[in-house]
């Protein structure tokens, strides 16, 4: 039900947008999430928004770096991501969560999110 795309090679600095569509979901007031899980390591979160107003979060190491955005028309939450670093490689994920908090512990908890993408590679070449 979630599409994740965009992912691919780039080198430090450079840039890559992912996109995450749905298919037999209609967002509404939805979280939509983006993760990474690198080599070795734990899925992090790594951005959200809440569909309906738009209220934004992300990890600190991302801030002014990576700008998530959503497409109402399109059914379609982007992650567009600057100034990429060899430490930003990882597999994406998109995600999607039905509860309505807005509490920081509630965003940033994977368990939190009811539906997930397939995920897409990005690596940053330095």
């Known amino acids: 039900q979630l599409q994740a795309s965009g992912g691919g090679l780039v080198q430090a600095g450079g840039s890559l947008r992912l996109s995450c569509a749905a298919s037999?979901?209609?967002?509404?007031?939805?979280?939509m999430g983006w993760f990474r899980q690198a080599p070795g390591k734990e899925r992090e979160f790594v951005a959200a928004i809440r569909w309906s107003g738009g209220r934004e979060y992300y990890l600190n190491s991302v801030k002014g770096r990576f700008t998530i955005s959503r497409d109402n028309a399109r059914n379609t939450a982007y992650l567009q991501m600057n100034s990429l670093k060899p430490e930003d490689t990882a597999v994406y994920y998109c995600?999607?969560?039905?509860?309505?908090?807005?509490?920081?512990?509630?965003?940033?908890?994977?368990?939190?999110?009811?539906?997930w993408g397939q995920g897409t590679l990005v690596t940053v070449s330095s």
């Open positions: 037999r979901l209609t967002f509404n007031n939805y979280l």
């Open positions: 995600a999607a969560a039905l509860g309505t908090s807005d509490s920081l512990r509630y965003v940033y908890t994977e368990r939190t999110y009811d539906y």
